[in-house]
């Protein structure tokens, strides 16, 4: 196996690494799927309906239905 095989294979493995994130900050990133409709602002999907409520009262004056309408609480939570 030559120098340029060798190459090859490790820009492969850089190519298959970099596919998927590497960062909790990027996969962070990637599962805020919770959207306020009043500011846009983005939750984590793990958020709690006390914080979102907290969130439309504070910020918005409003309930969480008005700022989320499609949030459903996680059943057993």
Same mark, same amino acid.
């Not at 492969?12 to 970099?18: F, I, M, Q, T, V």
């Given at each position: 196996?030559? /120098?340029? !095989?060798?190459?090859? &294979?490790?820009?492969?493995? %850089?190519?298959?690494?970099? !596919?998927?994130? #590497?960062?909790?900050? @990027?996969? /962070?990133?990637? !599962?805020? #799927? &919770? &959207?306020? $409709?009043? +500011?846009?602002?983005?939750?984590?999907? $793990?958020?709690?309906? @006390?914080?979102?409520?907290?969130?439309?009262? %504070?910020?918005?004056?409003?309930? &969480? @239905? =008005? +700022?989320?309408? =499609?949030?459903?609480?996680? !059943?057993?939570?």
């Amino acid at each position: 196996m030559g /120098n340029g !095989a060798k190459a090859q &294979i490790r820009r492969e493995r %850089n190519l298959k690494a970099s !596919a998927k994130p #590497n960062s909790q900050l @990027k996969v /962070n990133e990637t !599962a805020k #799927n &919770i &959207i306020c $409709t009043v +500011c846009r602002s983005t939750f984590l999907c $793990t958020s709690r309906a @006390k914080s979102l409520a907290e969130h439309a009262e %504070n910020k918005h004056s409003k309930t &969480i @239905k =008005d +700022c989320f309408p =499609d949030f459903v609480e996680p !059943a057993g939570k």
